[in-house]
């Protein structure tokens, strides 16, 4: 079966960093692209961020770009968000997601449990 488990969440100040990683199993991880997805406290899910399946393509939203930066290695069905200068408004839950082709025109079938950030001022 189709399990996405995201690590890497945790306390940061405002300006540092994390990597969260979403390990993939019970599908054919290259053949997908996949998507960072977030929730803050009492809000409703934002889409963060695509990949391709071979990870030539990706995908920002515009609170994120320029600070984090998606991609993936296919030899270890992992999938990465590397987000940098972060700022209280990124606290939220982060969750990957699997697409269900491998560009971005069909949507997520398969959601991790997430992993929480929280970036303290």
């Known amino acids: 079966q189709v399990q996405l488990v995201e690590s890497g969440g945790g306390l940061v100040q405002t300006g540092g960093s994390l990597r969260l990683s979403c390990a993939a199993s019970?599908?054919?991880?290259?053949?997908?692209?996949m998507s960072w997805v977030r929730q803050a406290p009492g809000q409703g899910l934002e889409w963060v961020s695509d990949?391709?399946?071979?990870?030539?393509?990706?995908y920002y939203a515009d609170s994120v770009k320029g600070r984090f930066i998606i991609y993936r290695d296919n030899a270890k069905n992992t999938l990465y968000l590397e987000m940098n200068s972060l700022k209280p408004e990124d606290t939220a839950v982060y969750y990957c997601?699997?697409?269900?082709?491998?560009?971005?025109?069909?949507?997520?079938?398969?959601w991790g449990k997430g992993t929480l950030v929280i970036v303290s001022s």
């Open positions: 997601a699997k697409r269900v082709v491998s560009g971005r025109a069909g949507g997520m079938d398969y």
């Open positions: 019970g599908f054919t991880f290259r053949s997908y692209a």
């Open positions: 990949i391709t399946n071979g990870g030539v393509s990706t």
